[in-house]
């Protein structure tokens, strides 16, 4: 493995620390029991004057959905995502 792909995996990771940051605790918990499924927190979206948002993916990167405040799960979200 070169030095390269080990960089990239720990900027994730400490990328993938700081927005965990920005969720709440009933959104931290929904968020682990997503994440034995294969789930990720794909970002947190924040817009000036707005909650944030914090969205996430599933393992095959073809399914999105928003975590609520309360922490439940809103695949009807109506958000328009990209692809990376």
């Known amino acids: 493995m070169d030095e ?3 960089d990239r995996r720990t900027s994730a990771k400490q990328l993938l620390r700081v927005l965990k ?6 959104q931290l918990e929904t968020l682990n029991d997503l ?7 794909k970002f947190v979206r924040r817009k000036p004057f707005e909650p944030s948002v914090a969205v996430v ?7 999105t959905a ?3 405040p309360d922490g439940s799960i809103n695949e009807q ?3 328009t ?3 990376d």
Do not use: Q, Y
């Open 35 to 41: 994440e034995k499924f294969g789930w990720e927190l």
């Open 66 to 68: 928003v975590l609520e």
């Open 81 to 83: 995502i990209r692809d």
């Open 21 to 26: 940051r920005e969720l709440n605790e009933a």
């Open 77 to 79: 979200h109506g958000l």
């Open 57 to 63: 993916t599933d393992g095959d990167r073809k399914s």
């Open 4 to 6: 390269t792909a080990t």
